[in-house]
Each structure stands twice: as structure tokens, then as C-alpha cells.
């Protein structure tokens, strides 16, 4: 399953491919969204990640989708948010991030698709679709996603000592995702849990 044309052939998804075009940037569909296509789920929430600024991106799209469409940023966070009908659809910069020991709040720096894939906390959520013209609806899968899908498998992207200890929530977010949609840990990923509970105390009660 690479061409996923048929999954965002509505209007909001060429909206958001002919903005990005004409402001000379790319953009992708990323997360949950993609993931619940693949897993048939239905699903609303859409995260578009941006090779430049999400939140002028975001700006023009509203502008373009004309009335009813209610965008919101966040610039704090370096998000924008449109609602649209039955669609959230929420833009950001790709980043990568660095963390302190003491906090979960990194240090964001912009970066490359890979970078903001790199970040992300599981596999089955690393997985983007190009809104690129040349590419429209290709599946980009650098940590083999859809396999653990398939496998029912909850696995990091990336070492998962280092991805829980800069954010544990994460491993709450492991546990939810395992429960949710009946998939395994991974073994090494379970024992990474274990040995980063005790980062646990510095998310927000």
C-alpha cells in the first residue's frame, strides 16, 4: 500500500496541496490520520506537517476554503489549527527537538521530513502521505509502519531509552495505544519502559 490517492482525494486535501505549491513549499499528512487509514478506522484529526512555516501555510488554506473555516494559532507552539466541516487539520514546521533531564518541553529547531519523523514516538505513527505534486499520495514508511500494523506491534522509531526519557509521557502513550487497538509492546520497548518509569514524575499531574 504505497499510493494512497484514493484516501485524500477530497477537496480540503487539494486545497492544502495547491497552497503549499503555489508558497513554494512541501507539505505531508502525518500520524494518526494516516495510520487509521491504513487500519480502516475512522478518523478526522489530520496533522499536516510543513518544509517551512505551518502557520502562514494554515493562513492561505483558510483563506481558500472560504467560509466556515475557522483557523486559530498557537504561537507558542509554532501551530495553527483550522476546523472545517468535520475536519481538524492542525499545521506545523517540521522540527527536530532536544530535551533537558528536567523537562519534557524541548528545544525545537526547524528540520527535514526525516528530522519531525525521527521525533515522532512510535512506528505505526511515524508513517506520512506526500500532498508533493510530483509524488501526490505517496506513502512514506522510513520505519517500516505499515509492517507493524500489520503485526500488531508497538514499537520507537528510534532508540527507546532515549525516546521515553526525553518525553515519558510517551510511555503512557504506549499503554493507551496497546490497550485501544489491541496491539503487543514490543519486549524491548517494554523493558525500555521500565527502566524509564521513574521519568514519569515530571509530566503534569
Known amino acids: 500500500m504505497r499510493d494512497m490517492r484514493p ?30 487509514i491504513i487500519l480502516k478506522r475512522p478518523s478526522k484529526d489530520v496533522d ?19 467560509k466556515g473555516a475557522e483557523v486559530k494559532f498557537y504561537g507558542q507552539f509554532g501551530t495553527a489549527m483550522i476546523r472545517h466541516k468535520e475536519y481538524i487539520i492542525e499545521f506545523v514546521g517540521a522540527r527536530k ?5 528536567i523537562s519534557r518541553k524541548p528545544e525545537v529547531e526547524a528540520g527535514s521530513l526525516t528530522d ?19 509524488d501526490y ?7 517500516h509502519g ?7 506491534l508497538i514499537r520507537t522509531p528510534l532508540d527507546p531509552d532515549v ?14 495505544f496497546a490497550t485501544q487497538l489491541n496491539f503487543c509492546i514490543l519486549p524491548e520497548t517494554l523493558d525500555a ?5 521513574s521519568r514519569i514524575h515530571i509530566i503534569t499531574k
Open 163 to 176: 525516546t521515553f526519557a526525553d518525553d515519558p509521557l510517551r510511555m503512557m502513550r504506549a499503554i493507551r
Open 48 to 66: 499536516i506537517v510543513v518544509l517551512g512555516n505551518g502557520l502562514e501555510v494554515a493562513a492561505n488554506v483558510a483563506k481558500k476554503l472560504g
Open 7 to 36: 484516501f485524500i482525494s477530497g477537496r480540503i486535501f487539494t486545497i492544502i496541496a495547491k497552497v503549499c505549491e503555489g508558497m513554494g513549499v512541501e507539505a505531508y499528512i502525518i500520524g494518526g490520520f494516516v495510520r487509521d
Open 97 to 101: 527537538e532536544s530535551y533537558k533531564l
Open 193 to 197: 519502559i521500565t527502566r524509564n518509569a
Open 137 to 143: 499520495g505517496h506513502l512514506i514508511d522510513p520505519f
Open 116 to 134: 519531525d519523523q525521527n521525533r515522532r514516538d512510535f512506528t505505526i505513527n511515524s508513517l506520512a502521505i506526500s500532498l508533493r505534486k510530483d
Open 146 to 152: 505499515v509492517d507493524d500494523l500489520t503485526g500488531k
